[in-house]
C-alpha cells in the first residue's frame, strides 16, 4: 500500500493559502505540504503549475489544482463535515460565490494597493483603504444580520475570505479596531479564534 499524500504547495503567510489549508483540515485530509520560498520557487512546483503562484495542490491522480477555490472545492467535495459548501441551498450558493468574487477580483487590488501603497504613488493610502471598505460596509452589513457571513454558522465564504479580512485589518490595527465595521471586528475574531485556524496556524511552526 502507498504511503503517498495528496501534495499541497504552500506559503505561509499567503491568504490564498490559508483558505485552502482551512477547508483542507475541516475536511479532515492530510497532505504533504512544501512550504516554499516566493523568491525560489521550487522547480517541481514550477513544472507541475508553470504560473508559479500558490497554493497549488497535486492530488495522487496527478491532478494540479491551481487555484485556492478549486482546492477548497476539490477538499469539501470529499468531506464536508460542517456543509461550508450548502450543498442544498442553491441561493445561498449563489450569494458566496458573489461575495467571493468580490473579495477576490475587487477588495484584492485594492487591499494590494493599502498594503504596499508605496509601490502605487498615483492614490494615498487612505485613498486605497477607503476603496477597500466597499467591501467591509458590506461584510458588516450582512455581519449584523447573522453571526457569518451567510448565516450562522461557519461557510465557505467565510473561510475563503477572513485571511483577507485579517491582512487588511493587520495594516493599520489601531485603525481597524477603532472604525465603525464592529461586526466585522467580532466576526474576524471569532475566525481568527476557530480550532481549524489555530492548527493550520499551529503547524507552520513545526
Ligand atoms: N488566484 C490564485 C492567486 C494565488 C496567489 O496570487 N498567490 C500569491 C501568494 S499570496 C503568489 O503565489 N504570488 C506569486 C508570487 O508572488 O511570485 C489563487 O486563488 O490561488
Redesign the pocket.
Known amino acids: 500500500m502507498s504511503n503517498r499524500l495528496p501534495i499541497l504547495y504552500s506559503?505561509r503567510?499567503?491568504?490564498?493559502?490559508m483558505?485552502?489549508r482551512m477547508a483542507i483540515k475541516t475536511a479532515g485530509i492530510s497532505v504533504e505540504q512544501i512550504e516554499v520560498s516566493?523568491?525560489h520557487?521550487p522547480r517541481d512546483l514550477l513544472e507541475c503549475s508553470p504560473k508559479?503562484?500558490?497554493?497549488?495542490l497535486v492530488t495522487l491522480d496527478g491532478e494540479v489544482i491551481?487555484?485556492?477555490?478549486?482546492?477548497m472545492s476539490w477538499a469539501l467535495q470529499k468531506s464536508d463535515p460542517g456543509n461550508w459548501l450548502l450543498k442544498e441551498n442553491d441561493l445561498k450558493q449563489q450569494a458566496m460565490t458573489q461575495l467571493v468574487d468580490k473579495c477576490?477580483f475587487e477588495f484584492k487590488p485594492f487591499l494590494d494597493r493599502y498594503k504596499y501603497f508605496d509601490r502605487y504613488p498615483e492614490e494615498s493610502q487612505e485613498e486605497y483603504r477607503s476603496r477597500a471598505e466597499n467591501f467591509l460596509t458590506e461584510l458588516n452589513t450582512a455581519l449584523s444580520k447573522h453571526a457569518f457571513l451567510i448565516d450562522d454558522n461557519m461557510r465557505f465564504a467565510d473561510a475563503a475570505i477572513f485571511p483577507f479580512i485579517r491582512q487588511f485589518a493587520a495594516v493599520d490595527m489601531e485603525w481597524f479596531k477603532q472604525s465603525s465595521y464592529t461586526h466585522v471586528q467580532r466576526w474576524l475574531e471569532v475566525c481568527v479564534g476557530t480550532e481549524t485556524f489555530l492548527k493550520i496556524m499551529e503547524k507552520q511552526r513545526e
Open positions: 506559503f503567510r499567503c491568504p490564498y493559502a483558505r485552502a516566493l523568491k520557487k508559479g503562484t500558490v497554493p497549488v491551481e487555484q485556492s477555490r478549486d482546492i477576490d
